[in-house]
């Protein structure tokens, strides 16, 4: 396995059990629904926690790993949050949290770790009402996605 997937799996592990240690309860991770992504979700009695995790083993251009979640990233994320929550019917507040974590090359601990929680407000419109049928499928730049 290449050393970037090793890295970022590290990484996704790390910021899953920071999660659990407030309180958290991981649903998913790794979640894909056609070209939407989202690293980890989790949710607690109130909350459900959309987390984009950004793990390096440099600081490469002088930017922190959590600087990396640009808007376009931001607008992706909450598309697949929007997917997510539709296509599970979840009544829960939804939050978009950033997890950025710096990790030694060699031995993988931890050297620097930033929870941004709450770290944005989703832009006003990310995917249209007529995107998602209710019926178990999700039309996207005409393309039928799910069962």
């Known amino acids: 396995m290449a050393e970037h997937n090793i890295v970022g799996q590290r990484g996704e592990q790390i910021a899953a059990e ?7 309860h991981v649903i998913d991770t790794n979640w894909k629904f056609g070209h ?13 926690a959309f ?10 251009g002088g930017k922190r790993p959590e600087e990396y979640v640009d808007q376009l990233k931001r607008r992706r994320m909450a598309a697949a949050a ?8 979840i ?9 950025g974590i710096s990790i030694d090359p060699t031995t993988y601990e931890v050297k620097e770790l930033c929870h941004i929680e709450d770290a944005f407000l989703p832009p006003q419109r990310t995917i249209g009402k007529s995107s998602f049928s209710g019926q178990g499928k999700w ?5 039928v996605i799910g069962k």
């Not at 920071?18 to 958290?24: A, L, P, R, T, Y």
């Not at 987390?51 to 490469?60: A, I, L, M, P, Q």
């Not at 929007?82 to 019917?89: D, G, S």
């Open 51 to 60: 987390v984009e995790v950004k793990t390096r083993t440099t600081s490469f």
């Open 139 to 143: 039309h996207h730049r005409n393309r």
């Open 91 to 99: 009544e829960l507040l939804p939050r978009f949290d950033i997890i």
């Open 36 to 48: 939407l992504e989202m690293d980890i979700i989790a949710t607690n009695k109130k909350e459900i």
């Open 82 to 89: 929007n997917a997510y929550i539709k296509f599970h019917q």
């Open 18 to 24: 920071i999660m659990q240690k407030k309180g958290f």
